[in-house]
């Protein structure tokens, strides 16, 4: 076990002085991130986009990360989507331009936040589905004297949000676009159900079904004169189906990390493992007890996200189950494996949900092989070594 001066950690971190910071060190449950594997996904996914012709706006819900973000739009990305007002502010206070925030405005805080932020970075949009919603925010507008840009978020199989496509989505776009205060700017549909959908032939049939109110809603504004400059959406899932469907960019984000619920869908060319895009991801782990046959503690309990979903990188044959908050289990059939864990081992594990497991985190650990080279913040959370 390598000596390290552990109160130096949080001073050495905030100095930027890695060395002799590698995995063994580290406090856990951790977050790491292969940069290896992370530097691939990425450039990946940019060859891709530019070889098609389509846009890519990467979501950053799975991330929170500013330090992910630069990379991205280092390697082309149009921009940014977001799932809160908080994340949008986050990257649009980090300098980054065109960031889209995927849900509408609603309450006195979100709006009045959108508002402010539409006025002090003209490339910030956002999108809305009600025109109750278009009201608020063009009063809140004209109040503050401010300019916004809009998308119309349209159903796409999912209940969650989106106006039913066709006319009454043609009829929210004009609302929009007449007004004074906001600015038309195109549409949104997001075909959940197809991004995790087991084999690609069925998550095309699944999107081409989701994306029919888009594709009636296109064809009625062309025939209307709307000019439509954006339609967003798509998936990890679906990254490389979303663009027949007439998408002009891609909101992909999963595809940066990558989690077990990615794995099994596979690919356009076979129905085993989603290969496009490596597991970069892992939640760092110790063996703290091992006292009873075929199983063993962990300190990845439920406090940390841990799911009987997750999978053990390198050690398929062991599985993992929950004991409580601070604990996990490890489980396995003795005598039908290759190795046990150890007490003390350190172990990686594939989580189940990355918007879920990232949010439980404040940092980023990034790792070459077994040293750590840096640390990214979360959300702009510093945070303590250990919560």
């Known amino acids: 076990m390598n000596e390290y001066p552990w109160q130096e950690f949080e001073s050495r971190i905030a100095r930027r002085d890695f060395r002799g910071i590698t995995k063994d060190v580290l406090p856990t449950p951790a977050m790491l991130v292969d940069l290896d594997i992370l530097e691939r996904n990425l450039q990946t996914m940019a060859d891709y986009t530019k070889s098609v012709g389509i846009g890519l706006r990467p979501h950053a ?13 280092a390697l ?10 908080a994340e949008s502010e986050l990257m649009s206070n980090a300098g980054i331009e065109n960031v889209l925030w995927t849900k509408q405005p609603v309450s006195r805080n979100n709006i009045a936040r959108t508002i402010a932020l539409a006025k002090r970075d003209a490339t910030f949009l956002f999108t809305v ?11 809140a507008a004209e ?35 007449s007004s004074k205060r906001l600015r038309f700017e195109g549409f949104m549909a997001y075909s959940a159900t197809a991004s995790h959908t087991k084999g690609w032939q069925e998550r095309k049939r699944i999107s081409a079904d989701d994306l029919t109110g888009l594709q009636e809603t296109l064809h009625l504004s062309k025939r209307a004169g709307l000019e439509v400059k954006i339609v967003t959406g798509g998936s990890t899932g679906t990254y490389n189906i979303d663009k027949d469907y007439g998408l002009t960019e891609l909101q992909c984000g999963s595809y940066v990390f990558m989690d077990t619920s990615y ?3 596979g690919t356009r060319e ?13 939640v760092l782990t110790t063996v703290d007890s091992k006292r009873h046959p075929g199983r063993a503690a962990i300190d990845y309990g439920n406090k940390a996200m841990a799911r009987p979903t997750d999978q053990v990188k390198g050690m398929p044959w062991v599985s993992v189950g929950n004991q409580g908050a601070e604990y996990g289990a490890l489980l396995w ?9 150890q007490l003390g081992d350190r172990l990686e594990i594939y989580c189940s949900n990355l918007d879920m497991s990232t949010n439980c985190y404040d940092r980023y650990y990034v790792a070459r092989g077994g040293e750590i080279v840096d640390v990214w913040p979360i959300m702009g959370r510093a945070g303590a070594a250990q919560r």
Request: with cysteine; proline share 3%; hydrophobic share 45%.
């Open 333 to 341: 059939k003795e005598g039908d494996v290759t190795r046990e864990p």
């Open 129 to 139: 589905d009600d025109p109750q919603v278009v009201d608020w925010v063009e009063q």
């Open 61 to 73: 819900k799975v991330h929170k990360s500013v330090d992910i973000a630069r990379r991205q739009v």
């Open 76 to 85: 082309g990305a149009i921009g940014i989507t977001t799932a809160t007002i």
């Open 143 to 177: 109040a503050a004297d401010a300019h916004c840009r809009v998308i119309v978020a349209l159903y796409a199989g999912i209940a969650r949000q989106g106006i039913e496509g066709g006319a009454a989505a043609l009829e929210l776009a004009w609302r929009v676009a």
């Open 270 to 282: 076979s129905d085993g493992i989603y290969s496009d895009f490596g597991g970069s991801l892992t």
């Open 263 to 265: 794995f099994p869908l």
